[in-house]
């Protein structure tokens, strides 16, 4: 059904030749996602991105129907999905908002997705994901994740805003006018370890109330398979 410029429910799971695929990317392409990392690398640099006061804003207005906000419940065993964005539902074909990680997917995407969403708490770094969807009666779905830990409002807990852009979607933010002799403008490569160093406060504070958690030390897989990114939705 399409309505209001949206198509619910794009894609069945249950179709024999459903699949999804995702890959790391070094930088968000999406001119909306580069907006929204901007606007967090800013926050974070002037001393946080805090839900409440930065999400919802007026600087995001345009991409609250491709904001997903995930709080970590249980000590981080789980997440809860929190203002979730409209264009969510043609990823999913409902409303996710309430919805826990561990009833949306099965047991080993659930496991797959919290893995990925507590490296991005405890290293204090943006992820930002290529995904695809595949079906057999679907055209399928072409989409970028950019995952970005945050600061919920009691500023100590660590949740993770994510944002679901489809690349066959115009991009909601707005450029600014450029002169004709203007360079042209590229999206903003993500920060070095020094740039992002504000941020570092995030994993430190959220560390004890995820202490029940086993603590994972490899570095993030380079490609993900099988709903393997809690971000991708």
Known sequence: MQALGQVWADVDKSDPGFEESFAVMREPSHY?????????????????????????????????????????????????????????????????????????????????????????????QPCVLEG????????????????????APDLETVWVLSGLFYYDWPARSMRPPAAEDAPEEKPACFPSTSRIAAGQAYGRRTRSRLSATPRFTAPMVQSLTSSSAAMAS
């Open 32 to 124: 909306d996602a580069c907006h929204l990392f901007n606007h967090w690398l800013k926050r974070t640099e002037e001393g946080g991105f805090v839900v409440g006061k930065d999400v919802p804003s007026r600087t995001l207005a345009p991409l609250l129907r491709n904001l997903v906000l995930y709080e970590p419940v249980d000590d981080g065993a789980d997440f809860k999905a929190r203002l979730a964005g409209s264009a969510l539902m043609r990823r999913f074909g409902q409303d996710i908002s309430g919805l826990r990680l561990s009833q949306m997917f099965d047991q080993r995407a659930f496991e797959c997705q919290r893995y990925d969403m507590l490296q991005i708490i405890r290293t204090s």
């Open 132 to 151: 695809k969807v595949r079906a057999v009666a679907h055209p399928g779905l072409h989409f970028e994740i950019l995952a970005l830990p945050v600061l």
